[in-house]
């Protein structure tokens, strides 16, 4: 079976720490089944005998050749009884040099601060203790979906993640089932293009376990008998519904949307178009390096999260929005599991496009970190050493309207390729915008004067400074549509200019309300970011509406 780096990388991190007689690995996965299959082949390398304990089960050798000594086990025992079995068995490997290994399946219940006896957490930091200081060769590796880790063994546990399957892993798996659905009676096979429906396939499974890609695979063949391209949307369509069970990362739709439906920002429309190139096959093949991000900071309702949802369609690549306020539990160990949970599905995804929508709410200075026993710092640090080390093709779109917040060393050179910000649209960004909404309402905008519009909902009318931002200028039109819809009864009429302007009358523009916060992110942006924008050649935000 073909691995993936991760899993290789994983199987030596895990060999290391065996080998080094560390006396608890923490093994966080719900692939249970196919973790035992790769800890088999590391044991038998290690010349270790395996023994496994779970609550339903007792303690059972995961080799029938390791079952030869049927006496020294305790089939029926409890937590505690079958610790005690595992150092009678540890205690014998200073002797006969046979190493042991002993894993406990989801023991956490036992071992929970919250109503379980002390004696289960206390017996099993004693048989930490023990194989640290008397020699014993062997191990005790805990598997369960989560590393809700009790603080009395925090200093005694090592943990790890077990990968997703990776492309090559899951390439194996698609082609064996390609293979028997076309030696199958009764079911079909597309009957060209196999290659390239095999990737839609493989690049659809993504970011799923092994079981949910059997699963999904399954089921697209289940309706018709019959695997071809309409079930490469089908197993996409599953693999939203299984992410989104996470809570954590969710599918965004981008259906319909193209760089077009954004109005203005020429200049990080053109960065970004050049960057386009480097998700693709033959961008790859040339030694481009998959960029790391994109940080969007400045005024509210100026189109930050719009542009994460355009881009990515535009670029047809998924989109995935990571909750910040999600990451965090109060259990301890669970909102760093939660950020790693997330940092590996989006790279077992990838390419795809990671939205971090108001970001500072989830990384704040260290002003926001008192009082939480520095969880905030070790999110943080998590997430910054990802973002600096990640090698897969993920692209974080972040963006933040309280760049105050944020904590400097997120902001550097090396987190993200590039800061821009988000200014109040020019008038001809707003001319561009007006157009664009006008549209989606179904009118058409050479029935109105744009340029006459734009002009009226900047700092002309509004006062010096001070313009209307793409949200406001959204809410404005649908306002006006209630206007025209009210003004004439009820009864089928044309929006007009006038019901535009009668409108504009009653709004209370936000840089109004908020000039002053406005001018110091402006002077806040004059040292540390790019401007979107680039009011000095409106050409290149025409050409820009069909770039990227």
């Known amino acids: 079976m073909a691995r993936s780096l991760p899993a290789f990388r994983f199987l030596e991190e895990l060999r290391n720490l065996l080998t080094a007689r560390h006396p608890i690995v923490h093994v966080t996965t719900f692939e249970e089944d196919r973790l035992l299959k790769e800890i088999e082949i590391v044991a038998s390398k290690l010349s270790r ?8 089960r007792g303690i059972y050798a995961l080799r029938k050749s390791d079952n030869s000594n049927k006496g020294a086990l305790n089939p029926a025992a409890d937590l505690v009884g079958a610790i005690e079995t595992f150092e009678k068995l540890a205690e014998r490997s200073i002797h006969d040099s046979q190493g042991y290994l002993f894993i406990l399946l989801d023991p956490y219940p036992y071992l929970s601060n919250r109503g379980a006896n002390p004696i289960y957490r206390r017996r099993l930091r004693d048989f930490a ?33 077990f990968p997703l399957p990776g492309r090559e892993e899951i390439s194996d798996l698609v082609r064996g089932f390609m293979k028997a659905v076309k030696s199958s009676p009764g079911l079909s096979l597309a009957e060209d293009s196999h290659e390239e429906l095999m990737r839609a396939l ?33 197993i996409t369509g599953q693999k939203r519904q299984i992410i989104r069970k996470s809570g954590i990362l969710d599918f965004c739709d981008t259906a319909g949307l193209s760089i077009d439906h954004v109005g203005g920002m020429a200049r990080l429309k053109d960065w970004l178009r050049t960057r386009r190139a ?59 599991e939660h950020l790693r949970t997330a940092m590996q599905t989006a790279e077992a995804v990838a390419p795809c496009v990671l939205w971090i929508d108001e970001i500072e709410k989830g990384l704040s200075a260290s002003r926001g970190y008192i009082g939480d026993s ?8 998590g997430f910054l050493t990802w973002l600096q080390e990640k090698t897969a093709a993920v692209f974080v779109f972040a963006t933040a309207n309280e760049i105050d917040l944020l904590p400097p060393e997120l902001l550097r050179k090396g ?57 406001e200028i959204e809410a404005w039109i649908n306002e006006s549509l209630i206007h025209a819809f009210y003004r004439s009864n009820g009864k089928a009429c044309e929006l007009q200019t006038d019901d535009l302007m009668a409108v504009l009358d009653r709004l209370v523009p936000l840089a109004q309300i908020r000039s002053e916060e406005i001018q110091e992110m402006r002077h806040w942006a004059a040292t540390h970011a790019r401007s979107a924008s680039d009011a000095d050649t409106v050409e290149n935000d025409r050409i820009a509406l069909h770039g990227v």
């Open 129 to 161: 203790i023990a194989i640290r200081t008397k020699g014993y060769q062997a191990s005790c590796l805990i598997v369960a979906p989560s590393a809700n880790l009790p603080y009395e063994l925090e200093k005694e546990v090592a943990i790890l993640d």
């Open 49 to 56: 005998k395996v023994h496994i304990w779970s609550t339903s």
């Open 202 to 234: 493989v690049d659809a499974s993504l970011g799923l376990t092994h079981m949910e890609v059997q699963s999904a695979l399954a089921s697209a063949v289940v309706d018709d008998r019959r695997l071809d391209w309409e079930d490469v949307e089908k």
């Open 278 to 336: 480097a998700f693709s096959v033959e961008g790859r093949n040339f030694g481009i390096k998959p960029p790391r991000g994109v940080l969007l900071t400045g005024i509210p309702g100026c189109g930050k999260s719009w542009s994460a949802k355009c881009v990515a369609a535009s670029w047809r690549l998924p989109l995935i929005r990571l909750d910040m306020g999600k990451v965090y539990s109060s259990l301890v160990g669970s909102s760093e």
């Open 415 to 471: 987190r993200f390729d590039e800061i821009f910000f988000v200014d109040l649209p020019t008038d001809e960004e707003r001319r561009q915008i007006i157009r664009i909404h006008l549209l989606e309402t179904g009118r058409d905008p050479k029935n109105f004067n744009l340029d006459e519009l734009a002009r009226l909902s900047g700092d002309q009318r509004l006062g010096s400074g001070i313009a209307l931002t793409g949200a």
């Open 374 to 381: 520095g969880v905030s710092l070790r999110v943080l640090g």
